[in-house]
């Protein structure tokens, strides 16, 4: 009991509940309906050391997303919806650029559908009839439309919760226009090369 008291006056408040637990061979001290909790032990159990593992990520990768999520204060559609917009909006632009730049927008937009290519295929789905709804559902509607990975059938995901986050996206486009800028500048260093060899 007094192990107990202190533990709790220790924790800096009241706790509701307090006991101890033995898990394999281990003894752990339970310390729960706290008022005022200023932080927390996530309790992870699984029968062999791989899933304790995948359940840790998962968690992690949760948890980094809410952390992301209020950090940003804004979040973007998810389920693909958000590659399809900026696929439409490029195709839209496309048409006011002249000569060979035309080709590299649209190079870029058929990019961003590598995404929800990736969900169709991954939820079990012709990949390109997906496609095909979602772009068809796009353009009759002024919502962002994205994938239902279990019917195949385009969806709404901000009416259904679903969401991603802001930096990642924003991340995603500028490390993929900077990968692929230095990629065309080795391509042409290397052509030059090739090139001075020759004469």
């Avoid at 209020?70 to 590659?83: H, Y």
């Avoid at 900026?86 to 590299?104: D, F, P, S, W």
């Amino acid at each position: 009991q007094w192990y107990q008291r202190r533990v709790v006056i220790t924790a800096g408040g009241h706790a509701g509940l307090f006991y101890e637990h033995v898990l394999g061979d281990d003894k752990y001290s339970f310390i729960e309906e706290c008022d005022n909790p200023q932080s927390v032990t996530i309790l992870i159990k699984g029968p062999n050391k791989h899933t304790i593992t995948q359940i840790k990520d998962a968690v992690r990768d949760g948890l980094r997303a809410v952390k992301n999520a209020i950090e940003d204060q804004m979040v973007v559609p998810g389920a693909g919806a958000f590659e399809i917009a900026i696929y439409q909006a490029l195709q839209e632009y496309k048409n006011e650029v002249r000569g060979k730049q035309r080709l590299g927008v649209q190079a870029y937009a058929d990019a961003m559908l590598i995404i929800p290519k990736c969900l169709a295929q991954n939820g079990g789905h012709d990949a390109q009839e997906c496609l095909v709804k979602m772009l068809q559902e796009y353009k009759g509607v002024d919502k962002c439309v994205g994938l239902d990975l279990e019917t195949g059938e385009a969806m709404y995901p901000a009416e259904a919760g679903i969401w991603d986050n802001y930096c990642v996206k924003k991340q995603l486009l500028n490390s993929a226009t900077v990968i692929s800028s230095n990629l065309l500048i080795v391509d042409e260093v290397m052509r030059a090369g090739m090139s001075s060899l020759k004469g």
